[in-house]
């Protein structure tokens, strides 16, 4: 991972893992070590470093979602003050930065967030998850980090290998600049900006009516957007839009494609610009966003044994904000940051039911080596022998039974993906050697006991750490 690990400790932040609330539609899944989740994780190459407080005073996190504000859960503590539960990690971060006065920086933060949401758990839609954000904040040249932005989702979702999948890209200015040419008063943009965010999920039809009906747009300014809001393309598309007689004429809507424009340059020299396509439907109804936007979807399973493709939305989304550190400075100065954030559960929905309909095996454990006997009262030779191998850094286990039978511990192998076992009997003792058995092959060597830590690594070496791979010796 290219980005350096979350400062920890600061003022008000929390060191240690938030607790499960328990909340109706929290995640169902264990900790993200284990089965798909660890896949993802480990893919993603970072660790559960938490940063930023769990709870928030309810004035951080009010008027920065927009139509969402209502998903946060607000709660009051034995004092009486006014909290609420992180409704997603940038806003939490951007105030650190100005509680710091953090000017540079690029980070990464994996946590748990919380949302008032109905749950829909066959779409990875929880009222409790985990989400994944990378930032980078500070005042750089124009679409330089945007574009790295993009490149590290694209590389995330190729390593994953969870299908086809395309990045939608829009600008919050070139949409301001649509709504103004279509004669939409300034002080509706953000809440029109929401009705447009419906796109993905609603026909035309049913956005333009709520423009139309509760937004209080006339029929006229809502065809216009109509218009503009359907297209989508790539560089074509913005200089056809830059020769726009009217959006040309936009302040906004101008420097938003000539930034849009530039974007697609260097997308184009990171050569991704197949997954990326300019599409003036997006809008993210977060109200912080003030420049470039980006979403990542799922178009398609790519597993022959999978007969549904699995619906879970988006998984990916972010964008820039450049006025957001600035409302929790005291003196207003503005910190320039664009990110994007990662829905891990979604992913792991995905990845979840293509190893189900697959039939595949996963492995929910990084034990390298099991320690068993086969007959009764050796409790204390297992107990010495895994002590040593834990000297010696082998990641091994026991059943935490005093006389398993032989069968049982062979078969939780088997069950677990635990590669190696390591038995040892009586005459193993008098012979002074430990039996060493492959669990795929079930071949089975002896092995001086001095040499055994030494001849696991050799077995592992080549082998796949991946939690999802079959180690084959």
């Known amino acids: 991972c290219r980005f350096p690990p979350p400062c920890l400790g600061l003022g008000g932040s929390c060191r240690f893992p938030p607790p499960c609330l328990g909340l109706g539609g929290s995640c169902r899944f264990p900790p993200p070590c284990l089965g798909p989740g660890g896949e993802a994780v480990a893919r993603l190459g970072m660790g559960f470093r ?3 407080c769990l709870a928030s005073p309810q004035e951080t996190l009010m008027g920065k979602y927009g139509d969402n504000s209502k998903l946060i859960y607000e709660l009051q503590d034995q004092g009486g003050e006014l909290l609420a539960l992180r409704y997603d990690l940038t806003v939490p971060f951007a105030r650190c930065l100005a509680m710091n006065k953090i000017t540079n920086i690029k980070r990464y933060h994996i946590a748990k967030v919380y949302r008032r949401d109905n749950p829909a758990t066959t779409r990875g839609r929880y009222r409790e998850f985990y989400q994944c954000d990378f930032d980078i904040a500070g005042q750089f040249d124009s679409m330089i980090p945007d574009a ?69 747009l006339s029929p006229e300014a809502a065809d216009c957007i109509g218009e503009y809001v359907q297209l989508h393309g790539g560089l074509d598309l913005i200089e056809q839009l830059l020769q726009d007689p009217k959006l040309s004429q936009n302040k906004l809507a101008k420097e938003g494609l000539g930034d849009m424009k530039l974007l697609f340059e260097y997308l184009t020299l990171f050569g991704i610009t197949g ?39 988006s998984v990916a989304g972010g ?15 503005k ?12 992913i792991f929905s995905i990845m979840e039911q293509r190893v189900k309909a697959s039939g595949e095996k996963v492995r929910t454990t990084e034990t390298q080596v099991l320690v068993a006997t086969p007959q009764k009262h050796l409790l204390g030779a297992r107990l010495k022998l895994i002590s040593e191998l834990w000297d010696a850094g082998i990641k091994a286990e026991m059943l935490y039974k005093k006389d398993p039978k ?41 092995i001086p006991r001095e040499k055994l830590a030494d001849e696991i690594r050799r077995r592992l070496e080549p082998c796949s750490l991946s939690v999802q791979s079959c180690l084959t010796l």
Not at 172 to 194: D, H, M, Q, W, Y
Request: with cysteine; aromatic share 6%; hydrophobic share 40%.
């Open 148 to 216: 790295e932005c993009l490149k590290i989702v694209h590389e995330i979702l190729s390593d994953l290998q969870l299908g086809d999948f395309l990045i939608k890209v829009n600008d919050r200015r070139i949409l301001n600049g649509v709504f103004a040419v279509c004669g939409v008063p300034e002080s509706k943009f953000i809440t029109t900006c929401s009705t447009v965010d419906k796109l993905d999920k609603m026909p035309w039809d049913d956005v333009r009516s709520e423009m139309v009906g509760e937004k209080g």
């Open 50 to 52: 938490p940063n930023g």
């Open 275 to 313: 997954k990326i396509s300019f599409d003036l439907s997006l809008a993210r109804g977060l109200d912080y966003y003030t420049g470039v936007i980006f979403e990542a979807v799922l178009l398609q399973q790519e597993n022959d044994h999978v007969e549904e493709s699995v619906s879970v939305g």
């Open 406 to 446: 032989l069968l049982k511990q062979l078969q939780y192998c088997e069950d677990t993906g635990i590669p190696l076992v390591a038995i040892i009997g009586e005459q193993e003792l008098t012979d002074g050697v430990v039996k060493l058995r492959v669990v795929t092959t079930r071949e089975e060597v002896n």
């Open 319 to 333: 964008g820039r904000y450049d006025g957001l550190v600035g409302m929790f400075d005291p003196k207003g100065r």
């Open 335 to 346: 910190v320039p940051c664009v990110g994007v954030s990662i829905g891990i559960e979604r």
